[in-house]
């Protein structure tokens, strides 16, 4: 074990990146904007500058830790170069704190506060390149945007897609797509990890809180929600419940204080997707079908097919993600009653996905609007609810059961475990033991292992992020690798890190995932095909199960 | 043609010495870009034309066997003094002509070349004496020591033949063959060389960093010829002079380090540097001393150019690394350094053009020869790029050490027109000035960095009493806010702050918080910025600000330009005693602010007037002044 002194305080490290984390390690908060843990470091916004013994001044992120280093991070100097670096970043800002989404959780509001910013002594030149809302799913205004460059190295570096980019340099830098397209004709993918990152205003998930209103308070049509899994542990962390205390019943009681008419558990359809995928896999198998198979629930995953990888749809399967086949079973439930369906997830791909053509049976639409986990706590807070406080209320009838398989959906890996629960069918504590040991948990960035269930051996990978999914792509179309089943989810460790989630550490992000399993948990059914309302479910789609549960996307039939 | 072996290249040096050796009427053109922009090519071509228009035999490369009786006409690397260019050298003469253009030439071919003439009016006459033999007795050339530039108006700029028959590759002989790669490592650390670019890292250090490191896939030697600073023009000199030289400096790195990739990252705007040194890479290729089994010691080197597209901060290390990589041009955060991590993340030695030219004569003659030049802690020499209000500007090479007094009143001849000398400009925009007091400062690393200020690449920009320091500030603002890259905030949001206050200064909008606040901003770009660009991009400013404080208070305070340059501080006044009355200027102000009558001194009322210079332009005898 290594020691550095810092500000006087004895840190121990062992393997550290920088300093900057040797001191986030041991308590001390070196202010930064342009750093994360996530991405490779690049020593651009200078507000991490720290001091040696020799005076010598130098950025945190960049520096290399040594054993027996002295540094201070509170200096005289060292406090007017912060000042004079927030200074500088306010003068070519949009400062219109109290009417900006990010008000509350913007770093750079955070910084002036922290460090007592009273004036900005240079006029003020902030950006007039126009807001681009051309996206359902992400906003981008560069007004705000400090050209920390993260959302660059986030859509590059973890996402492989590179959909946004600098331009141009020097004052003239800005944050554009290529070519200056509108972010709707590019390669983005919705992911929302780009926002996720963005330290200040310039990239937010779009915000949508006005539509809902309107349709709670409309008085000739009821509302109707479903929560996705990873909702549950997306929004106690903002009223200071840990993330890994699931909270559904208490998101239930707000919703309905909110004057929401039905409040739904999207759990219940990814049993339901479970049904219908593991019968569609093993056709494949039976079949000889080109394989692997690939996962469909996730949107920015199928907008990444769409965009890069269009020869390997035929492989993804047909059924309709968790959200879509809630919006069909609601709109048959429903039928003829005027009703808003509306779905809280944890993602901004899926405001897009709602808006897909494909999205519509029967000549209605299934989801009508999405809102995020952000767009929740924004309504609890709007409405001043004590959230800590609430009761929990179970969902509603006949939608309320589900079992822990589909509540994993809300992790990477928990599609695929909640598959192999069911097709193992037994959920005696030592088969969940070793499911739970086969290789499919744990949140690295590609998992590959083999689970056997009778005579059977199946080769499973799963990837979180839409770089590893590349990785693996390339493996499989290489012949390098081969699968029977592959998992993607496009957000870095899966829908509890998705783009319409609180932005979180990596440790947060590991409380969320221990969250969705004590919820797993807490079921008293742990494996889909047991839900008791599944029998229900098919009477009610009357034969037409795989019309309405099922989307055949354009590039399905090449 | 390749050369496969020492014993080949001996030989074949023997014989392109003899042939060189044996052209004994010779017309060398400056073909240096400041010469070439004046017009010597269509000298050059003009030459060769008359020539044969006269029936006279005439060789323009080397040929394959010694030719007595031939003209050979050849173009050469700078000859030094730009400011007389296009020039020419007459051999067997050693006889200069200056300012030549094409239509001299049938005129020199007639009297010179066919019998011995001088032609006198396109002879060098300074104050009334003669200089025939420029680079002999001109008082430009004392003082220098041109070593590093020893080929440059003597040979052909685009022959490896002449290279090889004056000299050139024998130290890759003695680095291939008698010496092993640790031997060159000290030899180089014991010559003292310090990068030429501007920091003046010693070069040995850098290379032993390299060699110790092991070759995982593969190192790389990298030459920084970008040459950024504005009104540097010393590598681009040496690259199309006598660009072998510094590909054997080069190859000779390669195999102390133990490299056999490298490249040349050359900026764009010096197309004919790149063509010089494409030329020469093809040349040196084609006889083996490039590529594989160079000479048969089984060693390969080879180079590529890699062109750089308009951006200043790609001189620097880093940036220059990834530019080469494709990647946008910004610098990396340090550590890790280039020797540990550069292009492509491998080990990488950075030198400057002239650092790796320098190279050969170090090894051929030894690091004793080496150190008996220059100082102590800066051996050898340096070339300058002598400019602004200086009667011979051009580039001079002279030892480490030589004052500024020399080289501004000696070798420059002094400042122009007899103007009075106020400070001259050294390092480009990461450097400051220095002024009267600094006149005996000897130029070397330690020294100038210690009257804080530094060598930079070499470029030297004199200054009169004429010149604002204000503007020039400003003017070296403006230059690092366009060529930001615009990574970190320091710069890219602070050093234009700075510039548009210098503007409202210049426009006479000034404030004396200006003044502090430029400083308080300065403070933080030097200290907080991520590279050496911004680190260094406050130095004009501050380094005028502490010698000329007076000039802007003025500036500020009085809203007076001292110098008479700031337009918007300026006012236009007739000085009554000189005024003759012709109503010239009264008649051509386009806003009607001069009042006077026939032969009574005119007047300009200060409020009305725009200050075009309409009057003063056309005033037949000089009357109008700017104060």
Same mark, same amino acid.
């Given at each position: 074990m290594k020691h550095m002194i810092i500000d006087g305080v004895s840190c121990e490290f062992e393997k550290a990146r920088n300093v900057l984390e040797v001191a986030q390690a041991n308590g001390i908060d070196i202010p930064n904007l342009c750093y994360c843990e996530n991405l490779s470091i690049y020593g651009g916004c200078r507000m991490c500058v720290v001091e040696d013994e020799r005076g010598a001044v130098e950025a945190a992120c960049t520096m290399r830790p040594k054993d027996g280093l002295v540094i201070k991070t509170n200096t005289a100097r060292l406090r007017k170069h912060r000042r004079m670096i927030l200074e500088l970043l306010l003068a070519s800002h949009r400062v219109e704190c109290t009417t900006c989404d990010q008000s509350g959780s913007c770093k750079l509001q955070e910084y002036a506060n922290r460090y007592g910013i009273h004036q900005v002594r240079f006029p003020n030149d902030y950006s007039k390149i126009p807001k681009d809302e051309t996206s359902p799913s992400i906003v981008r205004d560069p007004s705000k945007c400090i050209l920390c460059g993260k959302c660059v190295r986030m859509c590059a570096e973890v996402q492989n897609i590179s959909a946004i980019d600098i331009c141009h340099r020097g004052k003239d830098s800005y944050i554009s797509c290529g070519f200056g397209l509108n972010m709707i004709d590019t390669s983005c993918v919705g992911c929302g990890q780009c926002a996720a990152v963005c330290p200040t205003g310039a990239l937010t998930v779009k915000n949508e809180v006005g539509k809902m209103w309107d349709m709670i308070y409309d008085p000739g049509k009821k509302v109707a929600v479903q929560i996705a899994p990873a909702v549950r542990v997306g929004v106690g962390e903002e009223f200071g419940?840990?993330?890994?205390?699931?909270v559904i019943g208490k998101i239930v009681t707000a919703l309905k204080m909110m004057g929401v008419d039905y409040v739904f558990d999207t759990s219940l359809t990814a049993d339901l997707t479970i049904m219908e995928e593991s019968a569609e896999f093993f056709e494949k198998l039976k079949n000889g079908d080109k394989l692997p198979m690939f996962t469909s629930c996730c949107p920015g995953w199928i907008k990444h097919i769409e965009k890069t990888y269009p020869q390997i749809m035929p492989q993804v399967s047909t059924c309709g993600s968790p959200m879509e086949m809630f919006g069909a079973l609601i709109r048959q439930q429903y039928k003829g009653e005027p009703l808003y369906s509306v779905a809280a997830m944890p993602c901004s791909a899926k405001k897009m996905e709602a808006a897909r053509p494909e999205l519509e049976k029967d000549g209605e639409r299934l989801i009508d609007l999405v809102i995020t986990s952000q767009e929740i706590v924004r309504m609890i807070r709007e409405v001043g609810i004590d959230f800590a406080k609430l009761p929990d209320t179970a969902p509603d009838e006949p939608f309320a059961p589900y079992t822990g398989g589909g509540v994993i959906f809300g992790v990477t890996g928990g599609v695929t475990e909640a598959v192999i629960r069911k097709v193992l069918g037994d959920t005696s504590d030592a088969t969940m033991a070793s499911v739970a040991e086969?290789?499919?948990?744990?949140?690295?960035?590609i998992k590959a292992f083999e689970v056997t269930a009778g005579d059977t051996t199946l080769r499973i990978a799963v990837a979180n992020g839409l770089g590893n999914a590349d990785k693996l792509i390339e493996k499989v179309e290489s012949g390098e690798e081969a699968f029977d089943f592959i998992e993607v989810m496009a957000c870095p460790d899966g829908c509890i890190g998705g783009g319409g989630q609180p932005p979180a550490c990596n440790a947060r992000k590991e409380e969320r995932y221990q969250g969705i399993f004590e919820a797993d948990k807490e079921c008293a059914l742990r494996s889909s095909e047991q839900n008791p309302a599944l029998d229900g479910i098919y009477k009610l789609l009357n034969g037409r199960a795989h019309e309405l549960l099922h989307i055949h996307y354009p590039d399905h039939n090449r | 043609m390749r050369f496969n072996n020492v014993n080949d290249f001996k030989t074949a040096q023997k014989q392109f010495s003899a042939i060189l050796g044996a052209e004994k009427n010779k017309v060398l053109v400056c073909s240096g870009t400041g010469c070439m922009a004046a017009g010597s090519k269509a000298v050059y071509e003009r030459f060769i034309e008359v020539l044969k228009e006269e029936g006279l035999p005439v060789s323009v490369a080397m040929e394959k066997e010694p030719h007595e009786g031939y003209f050979n006409v050849k173009k050469c690397g700078c000859i030094g003094c730009c400011e007389l260019g296009p020039l020419v050298r007459i051999d067997p003469y050693d006889l200069f002509y200056a300012h030549v253009t094409a239509d001299d030439v049938p005129e020199i071919v007639e009297k010179t070349l066919k019998n011995g003439e001088v032609v006198d009016r396109l002879v060098v006459d300074e104050d009334g004496v003669s200089y025939p033999h420029l680079t002999t007795d001109f008082p430009f050339y004392k003082g220098q020591v041109r070593n590093l530039m020893e080929h440059c108006g003597n040979i052909s700029a685009e022959s490896i033949e002449e290279y090889i028959a004056a000299g050139g590759y024998n130290a890759l002989c003695k680095a291939l063959f008698e010496m092993t790669p640790e031997a060159i490592v000290e030899e180089v650390s014991a010559s003292g060389l310090r990068g030429r670019g501007g920091a003046g890292f010693p070069a040995g250090k850098k290379w032993s960093q390299v060699a110790a490191l092991p070759a995982d896939p593969v190192k790389y030697v990298v030459c920084n010829a970008d040459e950024g600073d504005p009104g540097a023009f010393m590598d681009c000199s040496v690259m199309e002079g006598d660009p072998h030289r510094m590909i054997e400096g080069m190859i000779i790195c390669a195999l102390a380090v133990g490299s056999e990739v490298g490249y040349i990252y050359v900026r764009a705007e010096y197309p004919q540097a790149v063509a010089r040194l494409s030329l020469a890479i093809e040349q040196a290729r084609a006889y083996g001393?490039? =590529?594989?089994?160079i000479l048969g010691s089984g060693k390969n080197f080879d180079l590529s150019l890699s062109k750089g597209a308009g951006a200043f901060v790609c001189g620097e290390g880093s940036a220059l690394a990834n530019s080469i990589e494709g990647k946008r041009g910004t610098p990396r955060p340090k550590p890790p350094r280039l020797v540990d991590k550069g292009v492509f993340d491998r080990p990488t030695v950075l030198n400057n053009v002239e650092t790796f030219a320098n190279v050969p004569m170090i090894i051929e003659k030894g690091a004793a020869w080496y150190t008996?030049?220059?100082?102590? =802690?800066s051996p050898g020499t340096k070339t300058f790029s002598l400019t602004g209000n200086i009667k011979h500007t051009g580039l001079i090479e002279v030892p480490m050490g030589t004052t500024l007094r020399t080289i501004i009143y000696d070798i420059g001849g002094g400042l122009k027109e007899d103007r009075v000398f106020k400070a001259v400009q050294i390092g480009g925009p990461s450097g400051g000035c220095l002024t009267e007091q600094h006149l005996d400062l000897p130029l070397d690393f330690d020294s100038v960095k210690q009257a804080g200020a530094i060598i930079g690449s070499g470029g030297l920009v004199v200054m009169g009493t004429d010149t604002c320091m204000v503007e020039i500030a400003r003017f070296f603002m403006n230059f690092t806010k366009k060529e930001s890259c615009g990574k970190c905030t320091t710069c890219r949001e602070g050093v234009p702050r700075i510039q548009a206050i210098l503007e409202r200064i210049t426009m006479g909008q000034g404030k004396m918080e200006d003044l502090d606040m430029m400083k308080e901003l300065a403070d933080t770009i030097k200290t907080c910025s991520l590279c050496g660009l911004g680190k260094t991009a406050p130095n004009p400013v501050l380094s005028t600000m502490r010698y000329f404080k007076d000039e802007y208070i003025a500036h500020v305070q009085d809203k007076r330009c001292p110098a008479g340059v700031c337009k918007d501080l300026c006012i236009f006044r007739i000085d009554q005693s000189k005024c003759i009355g012709c109503t010239k200027c009264a008649r051509n102000c386009p806003v009607d602010a001069i009042s006077g009558s026939l032969k009574q001194p005119h007047h300009i009322d200060v409020d009305k007037c725009i200050k075009c210079g309409t009057c003063k332009a056309g005033c037949p005898v000089h009357a109008i002044e700017e104060v």
């Open positions: 419940i840990p993330a890994s205390t699931p086969c290789g499919v948990r744990g949140l690295d960035g | 001393l490039l =590529g594989e089994n008996s030049v220059g100082t102590e =802690g």
